[in-house]
Nanobody
């Protein structure tokens, strides 16, 4: 069973940057997508970005598309999320997960995903 683990979170000042990593114990050779989501206290988990493993097609939430970049390192089974121009409202626990049955619409839906990591905290100070 695939295990995923996020890392790279921390405390940063507004306007700063962070790189989050999502490492997997293995990546299936079938077509799938890795998604990044975040959840702030008292709020629902929301879509941030996603990347198809084979084709490298990226999807972004409107709130982050000009500031965040998702990429992959196929040799190390790792997906990255580069966060730039961070705002206090970006503070949340960030999770990665995987889906093998997706469309450009369902790639943004939490229930489409499985194999969630434990999350990494991002805190942006104003």
């Amino acid at each position: 069973q695939v295990q995923q683990a996020e890392s790279g979170g921390g405390l940063v000042q507004a306007g700063g940057s962070l790189r989050l990593s999502c490492a997997a114990s293995a990546r299936a050779l079938t077509t799938y997508t890795v998604g990044w989501f975040r959840q702030a206290p008292g709020k629902e988990r929301e879509f941030v970005a996603a990347l198809t493993w084979r084709g490298g097609t990226a999807y972004y939430a409107d709130s982050v598309k000009d500031r965040f970049t998702v990429s992959r390192d196929t040799a190390n089974n790792t997906v990255y999320l580069d966060l730039r121009s961070l705002k206090p409202e970006d503070s949340a626990v960030y999770y990665c997960a995987q889906t093998t049955n997706w469309t450009p619409v369902t790639v943004r839906i939490v229930k489409s995903y499985s194999h969630w990591g434990q999350g990494t905290q991002v805190t942006v100070a104003s």
